[in-house]
C-alpha cells in the first residue's frame, strides 16, 4: 500500500507510517455485501487481494458501476466522503483481503497532516478523472468501441469475473456481449 500511495503523491516515510498504522486488516468471504444502498459508508478499504464490484438495483437486475482489485481503494467513495447513505451496493465477488480505516481515523489524520490531504485530495481528483472518461465512454460510444476500449485497459478482468457482469458493466445485453467475446480476440 505504501508504494502505491507514494505514486499518488509522496508523503514523508515516517507521516506515511503513522497513517499506515491506522489501517488494519480484514477478510470476507465471497458474496458479502460490504455496504448496502441507504447505509453510510463507515470505511475505506484497499483491497490486498481478489475482487469486489459496486452497482445499483434496478428491479431485480443488477447494474455493475466498477470493479475493485488489488492494488486499489474499494468502497462507496461520495458516501464515505460525505458520510450520507450509499445509492448502491458493494459486494465481494470473491473472497476478500482489505486494509481498511474508518471515517473517524482518516478525518482526523487528513485535519492534522497537510501531506496526507494533499495525498487524498489527488486521488480523489484522479477518481474524479476516471469516472468522467467512464461517463463519457457509456454516453458517445457504440456498445462495440466500449467492447474493444475496455478490454485493451483491462483484459484480465474476463478471467476474473463473470461475462454478465461484464456485460452490465459495459451497458450491453448478455447476448451482445458473447458476440462482440466471439468476433475479437481477447
Same mark, same amino acid.
Given at each position: 500500500?505504501?508504494?502505491?500511495?507514494?505514486?499518488?503523491?509522496?508523503?514523508?516515510?515516517?507521516?506515511?507510517?503513522?497513517?499506515?498504522?491506522?489501517?488494519?486488516?480484514?477478510?470476507?468471504?465471497?458474496?458479502?455485501?460490504?455496504?448496502?444502498?441507504?447505509?453510510?459508508?463507515?470505511?475505506?478499504?484497499?483491497?490486498?487481494?481478489?475482487?469486489?464490484?459496486?452497482?445499483?438495483?434496478?428491479?431485480?437486475?443488477?447494474?455493475?458501476?466498477? +470493479?475493485?482489485?488489488?492494488?486499489?481503494? &474499494?468502497?462507496?467513495?461520495?458516501?464515505?466522503?460525505? !458520510?450520507?447513505?450509499?445509492?448502491? $451496493? %458493494?459486494?465481494?465477488?470473491?473472497?476478500?483481503?482489505?486494509?481498511?480505516?474508518?471515517?473517524?481515523?482518516?478525518?482526523?489524520?487528513?485535519?492534522?497532516?497537510?501531506?496526507?490531504?494533499?495525498?487524498?485530495?489527488?486521488?480523489?481528483?484522479?477518481?474524479?478523472?476516471?469516472?468522467?472518461?467512464?461517463?463519457?465512454?457509456?454516453?458517445?460510444?457504440?456498445?462495440?468501441?466500449? +467492447?474493444?476500449?475496455?478490454?485493451?485497459? &483491462?483484459?484480465?478482468?474476463?478471467?476474473?469475473?463473470? !461475462?454478465?457482469?461484464?456485460?452490465? $458493466? %459495459?451497458?450491453?445485453?448478455?447476448?451482445?456481449?458473447?458476440?462482440?467475446?466471439?468476433?475479437?480476440?481477447?
Amino acid at each position: 500500500m505504501k508504494e502505491y500511495l507514494s505514486q499518488i503523491h509522496p508523503v514523508a516515510d515516517d507521516l506515511l507510517e503513522a497513517y499506515l498504522s491506522h489501517w488494519k486488516s480484514y477478510s470476507v468471504p465471497k458474496r458479502t455485501l460490504l455496504t448496502r444502498e441507504g447505509e453510510t459508508e463507515r470505511y475505506m478499504y484497499f483491497v490486498k487481494e481478489r475482487i469486489q464490484k459496486s452497482y445499483y438495483l434496478q428491479g431485480a437486475k443488477q447494474h455493475v458501476i466498477a +470493479f475493485t482489485y488489488p492494488p486499489s481503494f &474499494s468502497g462507496i467513495p461520495e458516501s464515505f466522503l460525505m !458520510q450520507t447513505p450509499a445509492r448502491y $451496493y %458493494l459486494e465481494t465477488i470473491t473472497d476478500s483481503e482489505f486494509l481498511r480505516i474508518s471515517y473517524e481515523q482518516h478525518q482526523a489524520m487528513i485535519a492534522k497532516y497537510r501531506p496526507i490531504e494533499t495525498l487524498f485530495r489527488k486521488g480523489t481528483e484522479q477518481l474524479l478523472a476516471d469516472t468522467l472518461t467512464r461517463y463519457h465512454e457509456l454516453m458517445a460510444f457504440d456498445m462495440e468501441t466500449r +467492447f474493444i476500449n475496455f478490454f485493451r485497459r &483491462s483484459p484480465h478482468l474476463l478471467q476474473m469475473v463473470s !461475462q454478465r457482469d461484464l456485460a452490465s $458493466y %459495459l451497458n450491453m445485453d448478455s447476448t451482445n456481449f458473447s458476440k462482440l467475446l466471439g468476433q475479437h480476440r481477447i
